[in-house]
């Protein structure tokens, strides 16, 4: 299993989470290897919210699952749709 750190960070810095959710979640992310932001992620994500309108952190999420060749696993597929060659699974 892979994360972006950007992902750890808007998953671990919600302002609703909950103590029992933080655990469940930092247990999660040690299983995961976490994949750093880099000068090749950056580049993608910059051309990502060139191309449509795009969160920063959805930019550099789709990014580095881009840079990665890897799926995307989100709910919120609707954000992500239009990335070409983006690979998005749907866990719901």
Known sequence: M???VISKIEVLGYHKITKN???LAEYYFSL???FNLDDEIIAIAISLKQEKSLSLGDAIIAA??????LPLVTANTKDFVHI???NLINPS
């Open 2 to 4: 892979a994360a972006s």
């Open 21 to 23: 959710e933080i655990q």
């Open 32 to 34: 995961c290897q976490i």
């Open 64 to 69: 580095t699952a881009l840079y990665h060749k």
């Open 84 to 86: 070409k060659d983006l």
